[in-house]
């Protein structure tokens, strides 16, 4: 069984540029998260998805940051402008149904 | 609100001695639990949860995880540690019903010394 695939590993940006994360999630899997994790903190979760309607967005910046899920299955993740504080590593996760979820490699994102 | 604590920033175990992490926890209702590990530049990898039954979890690479309700923990061990095990260990707390939204505690580094 394929794993949540997430793009790209790396970005490297400049304050105030924009920038989009992607995530494709376990095959059949109806809820997705978003995750931020900070260097030396646990994820935070930023939103999640069931199938292509949000379920919590209350952490999530929205002044700056927004996802969507098109048609239920794979999901963005939009940052702009960035700001140096979002230097973190973006995890994508997928549950099938209940919480046990699957998480992607991330995407290590370093804003200068 | 849901929230998890991992007291230990670090742990330090010498291989084949017993290691444990700590987790504590707070939820208004029955918790789901859950341990994940990461490694470096990797995405967190689930190793077991407790969701109802047997105190005694069993997961992956022969972790296992006691629940005790009335100290509100989920330690997760580990009979004879190995090098290979050094990575960064995170306890997570859902509450059933409505979303599972998973809540992460900050991490525990395992180090095992050869």
């Known amino acids: 069984e394929a794993g949540v695939a997430q793009s790209p590993r790396y970005k490297i940006i400049e304050k105030r540029q924009s920038v989009a994360f992607w995530c494709n999630p376990i095959?059949?899997?109806?809820?997705l998260y978003w995750y931020q994790q900070i260097l030396g903190q646990g994820p935070k979760l930023l939103i999640q998805?069931?199938?292509?309607?949000?379920?919590?967005d209350s952490q999530l910046p929205k002044d700056r940051f927004s996802a969507e899920r098109l048609k239920g299955v794979d999901s963005t993740l939009k940052i702009q402008p960035a700001k140096l504080e979002d230097s973190a590593v973006y995890l994508c996760?997928?549950?099938?149904?209940?919480?046990?979820?699957?998480f992607g490699q991330g995407t290590r994102l370093t804003v200068v | 609100a849901q929230s998890v604590a991992q007291p230990e920033d670090q742990v330090n175990v010498a291989e084949g001695n017993p290691l444990t992490v700590k987790c504590t926890y707070s939820?208004?209702?029955?918790?789901?639990l859950f341990w994940y590990v990461q490694y470096p530049n990797r995405g967190l990898q689930f190793l077991l949860k407790?969701?109802?039954?047997?105190?005694l979890v069993k997961g992956s690479y022969g972790f296992e995880a006691e629940f005790n309700k009335s100290q509100t923990s989920f330690h997760l061990k580990k009979p004879s540690a190995l090098v290979s095990d050094s990575a960064l260990y995170f306890c997570?707390?859902?509450?059933?019903?409505?979303?599972?939204?998973?809540?992460f505690g900050r991490g525990t580094s395992l180090i095992v010394h050869p």
């Open positions: 996760a997928s549950s099938l149904s209940g919480p046990e979820a699957f």
């Open positions: 095959s059949g899997h109806a809820t």
């Open positions: 998805f069931q199938n292509n309607g949000v379920v919590d």
């Open positions: 939820v208004s209702g029955n918790p789901y």
């Open positions: 407790y969701i109802t039954g047997d105190n």
């Open positions: 997570a707390v859902s509450e059933p019903g409505g979303s599972y939204i998973p809540t």
